[in-house]
Nanobody, 116 residues
Framework: QVQLVESGGGLVQPGGSLRLSCAAS????????IGWFRQATGKEREGVSC????????YYADSVKGRFTISRDHAKNTVYLQMNSLKPEDTANYYC?????????WGQGTQVTVSS
């Protein structure tokens, strides 16, 4: 089946790190721009980071700039979000999105909890 699956979430202390993965099955991500989004309880979904199809251009929300790094491995058909210096306000369910034109795929999300 066509799937987009996030993994790598978990519970970490403030200042810790996590590496999220967004892996595609049943289709290739080569033609898609990939975005990471997050939604905290009671909050609207917000964009966190995006990477272009070729991986040459990236975007980061101001709240994560300098701490998060998005990258993609075409051979593994996977996009990563390296999250460093995590803060409690980073706590949210993180989703990846693959977009080409008007076609969009969403994963089910992976929970990130930052707490002492």
């Amino acid at each position: 089946q066509v799937q987009l699956v996030e993994s790598g979430g978990g519970l970490v202390q403030p200042g810790g790190s996590l590496r999220l993965s967004c892996a595609a099955s049943g289709f290739t991500l080569d033609y898609y721009a990939i975005g990471w989004f997050r939604q905290a309880t009671g909050k609207e979904r917000e964009g966190v980071s995006c990477v272009s199809k070729g991986g040459g251009r990236t975007y980061y929300a101001d709240s994560v700039k300098g701490r998060f790094t998005i990258s993609r491995d075409h051979a593994k058909n996977t996009v990563y979000l390296q999250m460093n210096s995590l803060k409690p306000e980073d706590t949210a369910n993180y989703y990846c999105n693959a977009t080409v034109g008007s076609l969009r795929f969403w994963g089910q999300g992976t929970q990130v909890t930052v707490s002492s």
